[in-house]
């Protein structure tokens, strides 16, 4: 299937290269794949082997191609529907939960039974692969380009890789430390943990250690040749990739101090801005170019959780229950145009674009549920279950989803045409 999924890439110098197929090197993983960013390169994501995972009877002819969008950056807002907890019409959905005996693998009514059988109900989406081994809260999922191996790092102290082709755990690393985050880009892995930023290059097997780091590091992204890292006493370390391939690779530029008054809890990127959330409740706007922080969003009355760029929008989650929309006001400031309140804290959220290429997002729950809903209407579309919260989602290649629970539950989703759940 050619599939082409939109992901984030660096302006300016791309730490990406061709990757060997050596297993000794295959300790690490790509960042996550964020489709909504119209600021960045889009791409096939071309891997070395067919992966079980995505076999032929999920695949759709078209592939989930991304729907254009037009200019980059946040500009005027575009015009948002009326949230509507309905589900849309001729979708297999409805307000079942998951049956209690089925969960334990003896519920006797079969396909009587009036709860679901399934983890999800959302048309074409399929749990493909549970992975069992991490203790704790999974912090990163990833799928290296060019590989079959699935990479996850959990507060357990464990990275774990993982083979596509049968589902089993191949190698397992012992951090001696609790991870707070994990993303990559090209050959580099990024690891943090506390008072210390790990990288890896897969090509070259070279082991790095990134000076200056103080606390727990808990979110982490690339942008414009740079790494940034957000510690838990709410600074930002930058540092820059050079030509050097040798000793240096990254040299340590400056830490972003005094904007968070807490924890980076997390990051993205769009066009030519970087924002950064916090456990003080803050979203903070920075100019890649300057690295000076050129706005404050102070709307939300509960840690930030998450953050996305879809169209010409941002959107945010919150412990405070609810998920926030923003959009350039007349004056260039940043505003709130639409404000979804839930009936719980939202932990995640992340977007893709279905089998008929049209736009959608995953928002994650205290109770264990992700709501899957269609952009921009918010209409929701269907559900997915775990007996945990969901704390990390992540988008692959393929039509693949990954999400990870905090006891440590990691499943492969499959998200094409032609399956209903």
Same mark, same amino acid.
């Given at each position: ?6 992901? =984030?890439?660096? !302006? ?40 079980? #995972? ?45 049956? =209690? ?18 983890? +999800? ?12 081994? !991490?203790?704790? $809260? ?32 191949? !190698? ?5 430390? $609790? ?28 082991? &790095? ?8 590091? @808990? ?7 740079? &790494? ?30 005094? @904007? ?17 959330? +916090? ?28 953050? &996305?760029? #879809? ?12 998920? =926030? ?16 309140? $839930? ?9 893709? !674009?279905?089998? $008929? ?45 990954? +999400? ?18």
């Amino acid at each position: 299937m050619d599939y082409k999924s939109p992901r =984030k890439y660096s !302006h300016g110098r791309n730490f990406g290269v061709a990757r060997q197929q050596d297993f000794a090197a295959d300790i690490v993983t790509r960042r996550p794949y964020l489709p909504y960013d119209n600021g960045m390169k889009k791409g096939p994501n071309k891997l070395s082997r067919n992966l079980v #995972w995505t076999s032929k009877e999920y695949q759709s002819p078209e592939g989930n191609k991304p729907r254009k969008n037009a200019a980059n950056g946040l500009t005027k807002p575009q015009v948002l529907g009326t949230r509507s907890n309905q589900p849309r019409k001729n979708v297999a959905y409805g307000p079942r939960s998951v049956c =209690k005996y089925w969960k334990d693998g003896n519920c006797k009514r079969g396909e009587q039974c009036q709860f679901l059988h399934s983890w +999800s109900c959302f048309s074409g989406l399929v749990m493909v692969a549970g992975l069992e081994g !991490h203790k704790k $809260e999974i912090k990163g999922i990833g799928l290296p380009q060019g590989s079959d191996k699935l990479f996850s790092v959990s507060s357990d102290g464990a990275l774990r890789i993982w083979d596509c082709n049968s589902g089993q755990c191949v !190698h397992s690393i012992n951090l001696q430390a $609790e991870a707070g985050s994990l993303i990559s880009e090209g050959p580099w892995v990024f690891l943090g943990l506390p008072n210390a930023v790990k990288a890896f290059n897969v090509q070259t097997g070279k082991d &790095l250690h990134l000076e200056g780091v103080v606390g727990q590091v @808990h979110a982490m992204t690339v942008a414009n040749g740079m &790494l940034f890292a957000g510690t838990s006493c709410g600074s930002i370390l930058v540092w820059k990739a050079t030509d050097s391939d040798e000793s240096d690779p990254f040299k340590y530029l400056t830490a972003l101090e005094g @904007h968070h008054s807490g924890e980076v809890s997390c990051f993205v990127v769009g066009g030519q801005l970087l924002y950064s959330g +916090s456990v003080d409740r803050t979203i903070k706007v920075w100019d890649l170019n300057t690295l000076q922080c050129i706005m404050t969003l102070k709307q939300h009355t509960g840690t930030v959780t998450s953050l &996305l760029c #879809w169209d010409k929008c941002l959107i945010s989650s919150s412990l405070d229950g609810t998920i =926030k929309v923003w959009a350039c006001s007349g004056n260039g400031s940043l505003k709130v145009v639409q404000t979804l309140k $839930e009936e719980q804290s939202v932990h995640a959220l992340c977007g893709m !674009h279905d089998a $008929e290429a049209k736009p959608i997002i995953f928002c994650s729950y205290q109770n264990g549920t992700v709501g899957i809903f269609d952009l921009p209407s918010f209409q929701e579309r269907g559900k997915m279950f775990s007996t945990h919260t969901i704390g990390t989602l992540t988008i692959g290649p393929q039509g693949l989803l990954f +999400s990870g629970d905090k006891s440590g539950n990691l499943r492969v989703w499959s998200l094409a045409a032609g399956t209903k759940v």
